[in-house]
């Protein structure tokens, strides 16, 4: 298992070990020792969610307050999305600097998302099937999220004529 640390270094890319023969492939897309070994500490993920999109939907930026904040290990089962990972932690020398990425099923990659930070991701294939792990359960009362379009954010969002996002995301209040 290999990581690449992106310009947040709290953000990770995690690269699994892939073994490939005439068959096809095979790779271990989640082991919890290695995983807490590789962070330095334990994660318990105890929500499993997984989402199908058009191209061009737009979901998030999402997060949940104290006491039920959520950590998330992301993947995308097939096609392809561009995740951003937004940090709103309030001491942090990063708070409202954001870092993305983009993920295909044919690379196989996961992308981690500590507390502390705001996550959504735009779908760049048709039927693009996304998987992501939770460290706490959903809790609607403690849901919290940032506008994708916030101006001050000035996220690089790949162009597309006409998002698809719900009203909900389309309405959330700018990060200050």
Known sequence: ??????????????????????RGCFFESFNQKKFNNLLGR???????????SKKGVLRGLHYQI??????KLVRVLRGKIFVVALDIRDNSKTK???TSYTLTAED????????GFAHGYLTLADDTE???????????????????????????????????????????PSLT
Not at 42 to 52: A, H, L, M, R
Not at 66 to 71: D, L, S, V
Not at 108 to 115: G, N
Not at 140 to 155: M, Q, V, Y
């Open 42 to 52: 334990e994660v318990v993920f105890v929500q499993d969610n997984f989402s199908k």
């Open 96 to 98: 409202g600097k954001w």
């Open 130 to 172: 996304v998987f992501y792990k939770t460290s706490n359960f959903y809790h609607k009362e403690n849901e919290r999220g940032i506008n994708p379009f916030d101006k001050r954010l000035k996220i690089d969002w790949p162009y597309f004529d006409d998002y698809l996002i719900n009203e909900r995301d389309k309405n959330l």
């Open 1 to 22: 298992m290999n990581i690449t640390r992106l310009s947040i270094p709290e953000i990770m890319v995690i690269e699994p070990e892939i073994f490939y023969d005439d």
């Open 108 to 115: 196989k990659l996961q992308i981690w998302v500590p507390e």
């Open 66 to 71: 104290h006491p039920n904040t959520q950590e």
